[in-house]
């Protein structure tokens, strides 16, 4: 799963060049709206279009991981509908919702960034990029697998 992922991030990331997941949905034509739609965040695919919900009450960073989550989402599972409640979805296991927290950790970590620090624990990198440590935990492993 994750060398899969791994290289879908990549070809989005060199063909558009940038790691920015709203400027990835943009030219992708994927529609975001700002709201409070009752979760963190959710994809929905309707009348053959691609939509991506968010919460306008979260932060930053928060929302940058959000939108990576829910714009891995729409790249991967395109035709399913899909909701991210945080605290929740990294504890889920099911297939859509692993892929979608791996696409959003290789999409928003950058290499170099990790290279920078090898002697960083996950928490000081976690803390350093702004991200909650189990999206770190989640990239690391993918590098050990």
Not at 102 to 122: Q, S
Request: charged share 25%.
């Amino acid at each position: 799963m994750g060398n899969y992922i791994k290289e879908i991030v990549r070809r989005y990331t060199l063909k558009y060049n940038t790691r920015n997941p709203f400027k990835l949905a943009e030219l992708l034509g994927i529609e975001i709206q700002l709201g409070t739609p009752g979760c963190d965040g959710c994809y929905m695919f309707l009348k053959n279009h691609r939509y991506i919900f968010l919460d306008q009450n979260l932060n930053g960073s928060e929302l940058l991981q959000v939108m990576a989550h829910e714009l891995g989402h729409a790249i991967l599972h395109k035709k399913q509908n899909c909701y991210f409640i945080r605290n929740k979805t990294f504890l889920l296991n099911s297939k859509t919702e692993m892929e979608a927290n791996l696409f959003a950790a290789e999409l928003l970590i950058d290499n170099d960034i990790i290279l920078e620090h090898p002697e960083y624990t996950i928490c000081q990198l976690s803390r350093l990029l702004g991200y909650e440590e189990k999206l770190v935990e989640l990239w690391t492993q993918n590098r050990t697998n």
